[in-house]
């Protein structure tokens, strides 16, 4: 039987046990690191931006279209309670957009918060619908958020929904308003929501992309709301990591399809045990889906 000295005993029984109250030698990163789990309040880089947000956003999207969704629909009082449950739990992530109709909303729960603890991620909707004329920029567009939100910085804004290879020529003055922002410090980072396989591929190598938002599970295709099969995503998103692009998975419960607790499990350990994300977003409409989400995160083994 292999030696072990009193630290390594100690770690491994703490680490077994569950144990919240450790020798004052051994920290609880040493036994969170040998459990080998983590938890989605963590506070972590996102890639190369000099941005820490928690492992888990906050998503205000679901089944979001016309500046309306899910959340918008619970109404303000219930849209503040769950807001507020996440951000007291440790979430200090919000993913938004102009899709989805709640700056107002989160406006409402931030107003009273220190902007510091708090990351902003909002996108500009860039085709003309019957709801928006797009301005064909992002200055225009980022001075309404700021307004909508009452903030005068936004962390991270993304081109919504690029379903071609050809975005960054399509979209140039989108981008060019948008480097323009970030270089005056309105913004501080900028990407692109992709829901193509060649997009993400073009956004995973482009030197203008900082932040991408890719969809990711474990099970893959059109079924699951993703952009190819899991293996194809997997490495596009293993080259975007690699190039120094943050990585924020969303779909990761298959647009509300993995509704198993093995299936979100499993979709879990999928996403983070292979390195493909720096975080993930989740569109929970209660605060028990919060609690459970990050209850689930915090058992997720990683390697």
């Known amino acids: 039987m292999k030696n072990i000295n009193r630290r390594e005993f100690l770690l491994t029984a703490a680490a077994g046990a569950g144990a919240v109250v450790f020798p004052s030698f051994i920290t609880k990163a040493e036994v969170s690191k040998q459990a080998k789990t983590f938890c989605g309040t963590d506070l972590v880089p996102l890639g190369q931006t000099g941005i820490k947000v928690s492992r888990l956003a906050q998503g205000t999207g679901f089944n979001g279209w016309a500046r309306q969704s899910d959340h918008t629909r619970l109404g303000k009082d219930a849209f503040s309670k769950l807001l507020k ?21 989160v406006k409402e729960v931030i107003k009273d918060l220190p902007r510091k603890d708090l990351v902003l991620l909002t996108k500009i909707w860039v085709r003309k619908e019957n709801w928006v004329t797009p301005s064909g920029g992002a200055i225009e567009e980022i001075n ?27 979209y140039k003055r989108v981008r060019d308003e948008l480097s323009e922002l970030k270089a005056k410090g309105t913004i501080r980072a900028v990407g692109v929501s992709c829901h193509d396989l060649g997009a993400l591929k073009v956004a995973a190598t482009h030197s203008w992309t900082d932040v991408i938002f890719a969809r990711i599970n474990y099970k893959g295709g059109q079924d699951y709301s993703m952009d190819g099969s899991a293996e194809e995503v997997a490495e596009v ?30 979709s879990l350990k999928f996403v983070f045990s292979n390195g493909l994300v720096d975080a993930i977003t989740v569109g929970m409409l209660s605060p028990q889906q919060v609690d459970d989400t990050l209850e689930r995160m915090s058992k997720t083994k990683v390697a």
Not at 90 to 104: N, S
Not at 151 to 170: E, Q, S
């Open 85 to 105: 449950h996440s951000i007291s739990s440790g979430i200090k992530f919000i993913d938004m957009a102009d899709l989805y109709g709640t700056h107002p909303f």
């Open 144 to 170: 309404r958020f700021r307004s909508e939100l009452g903030v005068d910085t936004i962390d991270i804004c993304l081109i919504h929904c690029v379903t071609d290879d050809k975005w960054p020529d399509t």
């Open 237 to 266: 998103l293993k080259i975007a990591r690699k190039n120094g692009k943050a990585v924020v998975g969303m779909k990761i419960f298959g647009a509300g399809k993995l509704v198993k607790p093995e299936e979100k499990d499993e």
